[in-house]
């Protein structure tokens, strides 16, 4: 049962963390404009990365042009968790001590570093750091520009310590969307109004470490039943539910998943009107992707798991009872191919820059992502765990043999951003930008896994002309992200009603995100 419902969780970061998410969305592109400028670059198109960011803006590239660029990042991801006074009274009422459940209490804070990458799957890196690029050439004579560039419009993941008290949602997790190859094409429509568009060929990737267990009042019983039988002394030759323990506390075992699809491919549209000097109005529509992610599970059963259910199994009538009922069979460990269809939300922006004075330009944007597609997510199983029958039983409208369905309700959502370029001499700009980024994961959604509640993103940063024909740009950036469930109030986190996972049932949570970007890019003539 335990590792469905962790599967589940595991589902729900993926949700969280899409390419479209609100969380990671835009912040590992490497655009040090749209950076600085709080990501309002609808209008205010940057160069080649406008293949992302509005197709329309590659028509203002001039001769053959190459960008290189670098990203450099950490995300720190910090949680806490605190006892509530129904809590004290549950472990009261069910003749718990306190000191029974290790992770009631405690915080934990992580900055390490675990990213999913192509062909080495989830991988420790010392810092997020990438290095991408692109290339855009004008032909004159067909009056129109092409370009290609390489992107990720998410990279994040983290790595907790060993022993961490939210170890039960992740103790190492990494989510990778890069776009490798990306033919795009702008052209005029009229002399105020050019069209973009663009297809992307994308890698998607998800990895996930974690233990898991199950504070559930099926486990309070189950604790309670057995430890009746075993005062009594004839009963370990009929049944042996004495060798382990299987209680709401109980570590069931570790979780590890990665899969991922090499082609999963989108498109871009976009559109930018410019009827003066001082204005201009952009438009930009990305589709959303829908991919099945293909891998591997394995999992690793813990002690207690395994002498209960191997204890169980030692004798004719136990062995008899796990027939009948599915029950599990004691077994050390579990592998085999696993599958997610996989859903990208399609996404909305529009924006307006405007030059207020010579020197000073204003940008404002709008942006609509379809996040509320995220309604549910299923995972499917080649070789299903054993466990399987168990929560078919339990909850048939989320699980069957060899599937299991896991609702989400996340919510589509509006942001906005604004951006500010001063041009203080004609070499040097200077550049600041803010970014409301809005919460998509409702309050009875939250949990540790994707700990992403309403965000904020302060830029700032700068464009030099070294010489003719050169440009290199800075931005930086840092983004932060609070979130809270109190007790009994998430069905993904601490909902002790919740039957398919909820490993800090009735405790307090708080958790909160905090990114520090680093962009930088130099484009030239070739």
Known sequence: MMNIRRFLVWVSFVTCSAAH????????????????LGNSVTADTPGIDSIHYNPAGLYQVKGRQYQLKVIAGRFTVTGEVERSERYNRLMDQYGYAYSDDPVAEGASSTEDVSVMLPFLGLTEIPVLMAPLGGAAVEVKDRNLVWGSSVFAPMIVGYQRGDGSPLRYQGNELGLTHLTYFSPTVAFPISDELTFGVGLHFNYTGVGID???????????????????????????????????????????GNIEVEVENYLNPSFNLGMLWQPSDWFRLGMVYQSGASK????????????????????????????????????????????????LEFTIPQHFATGVSVKVTPSWTLNVDLKWTDTAQWDEFKLEFENPPEFLPVLSFLAPDQVSASTLAFPREYESVWS????????????????????DRGNAIPANKADYLAPFGEAYLLGAGFAYVPQQGALLELGIGTLVSRSSAPDNTSSNVNDYN????????????????????????YHAQF
């Open 416 to 435: 906005w951003a604004l951006g500010v370029e001063h041009q203080y001499t004609d070499r040097l700009a200077l550049r600041i930008g803010y970014e």
């Open 292 to 339: 099945t992610l293909k891998g591997e599970y394995q999992i690793r059963y813990g002690d207690d798991w395994l002498d209960f259910f191997s204890g169980l199994n030692g004798t004719a009538v136990g062995n008899a009872v796990t027939g009948v009922l599915a029950l599990p069979k004691g077994l050390e460990k579990e592998q085999g191919d696993a599958a």
């Open 210 to 252: 974690l233990d898991f267990r199950l504070p559930n009042a099926i486990l309070v019983g189950v604790d309670s039943f057995s430890g009746l039988l075993c005062e009594l002394p004839e009963i370990d030759a009929v049944v042996n539910v004495c060798e382990g323990d299987l209680g709401p506390f109980t570590d069931i």
């Open 21 to 36: 998410a609100q969380l990671a969305q835009n912040l590992t592109v490497g655009s040090a404009k749209a950076l600085s």
């Open 498 to 521: 919740q039957l398919i996972y909820n490993p800090y049932a009735g405790v307090n949570v708080k958790t909160s995100v905090r990114a520090y970007l680093l962009e930088l890019s």
